[in-house]
C-alpha cells in the first residue's frame, strides 16, 4: 500500500477502534472460545514464557493477553495506537500492576517501536491484530533490533486461507448414505493479491473496520526480509464436539474441518 493511502488508512483504522473500545472490552473481557479454545492454547505453547522474561504485547487491546504474560511470571511492555483500548486495558488491571506497563503506541511507526529501546525483549505477542495493520514491514523491522539475538516473535491471525474478506462460509443439503445431511465449507473468490476489506471482528460492533488481507507469502515474507525464520506454527479450529455457531457467520465444531487461526512462531538466529 503506498504511503499516504497507507497513513489514511491506518487513521481510519485507529479511530475504529477508539470508537469500538467500549464494546470490544464489554463483549471481550478476558476472552471467549476464539481466545481460550483456538488462539491461546498454542500462543502459550510457543512463547515458551520463563518468570523475568522481557515481552512486548503489540496491538494489546483491552489487555487480556498481557494480563496472561503477567500471570506467568513476564514483564510486559504492552502497546496499542488505540489510546481507548489502553484505558480500558488500565481499568481492568488489578493484579500483576508492576508487571504491566500499558502504552499508547503505533505498531505501524518504527521510530515510536524503535523508542521502547533496542534489545530489550526477549519475545514479542501479536494477538489477532496484524490484520488490523496497514503496513506489517514497518513492525517486522523493528522487531529486528527489539529483540534480543534468538528472540522469538509469535502472532496470531484470522488463517489467510480460510478466512478473510474474500471468504463466503457456505451450509449445503447433500444426500449421502440414505439421509440427508448437511456439509459446511467456506468459498474463495480471493487470495494471491493483498487487499482491503471491511467486516467486523464482533457482530453487532459500532463501526466495522478495515482488514488488510494477505497472502502466506506476503505475511511471512515481511519477516523474512527482517531476518527471521519460521520455526512453528499451528492451524486452529473448534473440535467437531464444539457447539456450532449460532449462524454462518459465527465459527463453531460445524466447521472443524476448516481452521479460521493461524497461529505462529518466527525467531532470530542466536
Known amino acids: 500500500m503506498a504511503g499516504e493511502d497507507s497513513k489514511q488508512a491506518n487513521e481510519e483504522t485507529r479511530q475504529v477502534w477508539n470508537e469500538n473500545a467500549a464494546f470490544w472490552d464489554a463483549r471481550m473481557g478476558e476472552g471467549n472460545d476464539f481466545v481460550n479454545v483456538?488462539?491461546?492454547?498454542?500462543?502459550?505453547r510457543m512463547l515458551t514464557l520463563q518468570p523475568g522474561e522481557r515481552v512486548l504485547d503489540i496491538a494489546c487491546g483491552n489487555g487480556l493477553t498481557s494480563r496472561r504474560m503477567a500471570a506467568l511470571g513476564a514483564q510486559v511492555v504492552a502497546i496499542d495506537f488505540s489510546a481507548e483500548m489502553i484505558a480500558h486495558a488500565r481499568?481492568?488491571?488489578?493484579?500483576?500492576?508492576?508487571?504491566?506497563?500499558?502504552?499508547?503506541?503505533?505498531?505501524t511507526d518504527e521510530a515510536a517501536l524503535l523508542a521502547l529501546g533496542e534489545g530489550q525483549f526477549d519475545a514479542a505477542l501479536c494477538a489477532m491484530a496484524l490484520f488490523d495493520m496497514a503496513e506489517i514491514d514497518p513492525l517486522f523491522r523493528s522487531l529486528r533490533r527489539l529483540l534480543r539475538p534468538g528472540g522469538w516473535f509469535v502472532f496470531s491471525v484470522l488463517h489467510p486461507c480460510f478466512n478473510d474478506s474474500?471468504?463466503?462460509?457456505?451450509?449445503e443439503?447433500?444426500?449421502?448414505?440414505?439421509?440427508?445431511?448437511?456439509?459446511y465449507s467456506v468459498k474463495v473468490s480471493s487470495y494471491m493479491t493483498p487487499s482491503e476489506g471491511r467486516g467486523m471482528a464482533i457482530v453487532g460492533q459500532p463501526k466495522p473496520q478495515l482488514y488488510f488481507n494477505r497472502p502466506?507469502?506476503?505475511?511471512?515474507?515481511?519477516?523474512?526480509?527482517?531476518?527471521?525464520?519460521?520455526?512453528?506454527?499451528?492451524?486452529?479450529?473448534?473440535?467437531?464436539?464444539?457447539?456450532?455457531?449460532?449462524?454462518?457467520?459465527?465459527?463453531?465444531?460445524?466447521?472443524?474441518?476448516?481452521?479460521?487461526v493461524?497461529?505462529?512462531?518466527?525467531?532470530?538466529p542466536a
Open 216 to 260: 502466506l507469502q506476503v505475511l511471512f515474507g515481511a519477516g523474512f526480509r527482517a531476518g527471521f525464520v519460521l520455526d512453528d506454527m499451528e492451524e486452529r479450529s473448534f473440535p467437531a464436539d464444539h457447539p456450532p455457531g449460532r449462524s454462518l457467520l459465527v465459527w463453531g465444531g460445524n466447521f472443524s474441518e476448516i481452521p479460521p
Open 166 to 171: 474474500h471468504v463466503v462460509q457456505m451450509a
Open 262 to 268: 493461524l497461529v505462529a512462531r518466527m525467531r532470530l
Open 173 to 183: 443439503m447433500e444426500y449421502r448414505g440414505g439421509q440427508v445431511v448437511t456439509v
Open 91 to 107: 481499568r481492568r488491571t488489578a493484579e500483576h500492576r508492576g508487571r504491566l506497563d500499558f502504552r499508547v503506541v503505533d505498531a
Open 38 to 44: 483456538l488462539t491461546w492454547p498454542p500462543t502459550e
